[in-house]
């Protein structure tokens, strides 16, 4: 029996090789928050990490949806990751999205 679970998807607002070709889209993203949703009506806890915003897009499907749940943002630096790209003034607004625990600042 599925007790928790964690996601961290293909990030529908940023350019990665899974966005080209219609990889990640819109309906694909639906279909997951559909499915959390299904998760959370059967008690069962998930976190999914993903980006509200950045580079000037604005994941205006995830920011609705999320809206019924605990959103926790986000400051981390990723100096010490070499996959990560140089320069992260952009202001990406990395979050994880949560169904359980009390509010906390991070």
């Known amino acids: 029996m599925l007790c928790c679970c964690y996601c961290d998807?293909?990030?529908l607002i940023t350019c990665a090789a899974y966005n080209e070709r219609d990889g990640w889209n819109e309906q694909s993203e639906r279909d997951l928050l559909a499915y959390l949703d299904a998760l959370n009506e059967r008690g069962i806890k998930f976190a999914l990490s993903?980006?509200?915003a950045?580079?000037?897009k604005t994941n205006d499907i995830l920011s609705a949806w999320?809206?019924?749940y605990?959103?926790?943002h986000l400051d981390h630096k990723y100096s010490n990751s070499s996959y990560q790209r140089k320069d992260r003034s952009g202001g990406e607004d990395e979050v994880l999205v949560v169904n359980y625990g009390k509010c906390v600042n991070y």
Do not use: Q, W
């Open 70 to 72: 605990r959103v926790i």
């Open 9 to 11: 998807p293909p990030y």
């Open 50 to 52: 993903n980006v509200l």
């Open 54 to 56: 950045g580079k000037g």
């Open 66 to 68: 999320a809206e019924k």
